[in-house]
Each structure stands twice: as C-alpha cells, then as structure tokens.
C-alpha cells in the first residue's frame, strides 16, 4: 500500500505552496485558490493545503513535520544552500539518527526535516518486500 495523500493546515496557504514548489520542486494541481491548494510530487505524492482559517493560527505538536529525503548527501546541502539563498537562517546539515540531515519551520507553520537516504539504503535487506519489489519495508525482518 502507498500513502498517496497528505493534508496539511497552513498559516498562509500562497505564501506556503510558493515555497514547497520554489525549494522542492513540487507542482500545483488545479487552481490554486487564497485558502486552498493541492500540490504534487515526483512520486505522485499529493500535498493538500489549507488555511487555518481567520483569527486562528496553526499549532502543530512540537515533534510533528513532514520530511523529504533526498538520494544523496550532497543533495540535502544542495537544498540546503537553496535555504540560505533564501533567507533563511537555519541549522546546517549534520549527522542526525544515521542520516545526514537537517530541520527548519517551513512557511506555514510546520517543520520540515532533510535528510539523505544513503544510510536507508546501506541498512535495507536486499530481499524483496510486497509493497516495494527488490526492497524490503523499514521495520521488517
């Protein structure tokens, strides 16, 4: 089975999808509208987002955020970098949990972590699993 949808409740729903398209790369879907917008993945991944509404604000749990990993190390400095041009003054990458990795708050009101798929990789039986042929499923034995 594959998660193929996530929605998430945003400060500021333009400002928001400007960014995950501008660092991430991901592509609108449809209309985007002032409160709401849906946005898709290379891996076919549709991110929902929307407004939290007037007078509220966004209160997500301290340890809630999405998380894109990347291929290679050299790919979360790239993002990275991408960050800094930005503007925004985050943490840099470093060796976190078996990854090189990384985590800032994200226009809207929600954490993103970076990290890079190498050590998943290296810790993956070569066995295959059902749900991912030629690899088997994080957890399983």
């Known amino acids: 089975m594959k998660l193929n949808h996530v929605h998430l409740t945003v400060d500021d729903v333009p400002a928001t999808g400007q960014f995950l398209q501008r660092i991430f790369g991901l592509r609108t879907i449809g209309e985007a509208h002032k409160n709401f917008e849906m946005l898709l ?3 076919g991944l549709v991110l929902t987002l ?3 509404g007037r007078n509220n604000t966004v209160s997500y749990p301290k340890t809630f955020h999405i998380g894109f990993i990347q291929p290679t190390n050299a790919d979360v400095d790239a993002i990275y970098e991408r960050l800094k041009d930005d503007g925004l ?3 840099p990458p470093s060796q976190q949990h078996g990854a090189w990795a990384f ?3 994200a226009p809207g009101g929600f ?3 970076v990290r890079s798929e190498a050590e998943l990789q ?3 039986p070569a066995a295959a699993s059902p749900t991912r ?3 088997r499923c994080p957890g399983t034995h």
Do not use: Y
Request: glycine share 10%; charged share 40%.
């Open 122 to 124: 290296a810790a993956e």
């Open 133 to 135: 042929p030629g690899k």
């Open 103 to 105: 985590r800032f708050q």
């Open 111 to 113: 954490t993103i972590a």
């Open 41 to 43: 993945d290379d891996d």
């Open 89 to 91: 003054d985050i943490e």
């Open 50 to 52: 929307m407004g939290v």
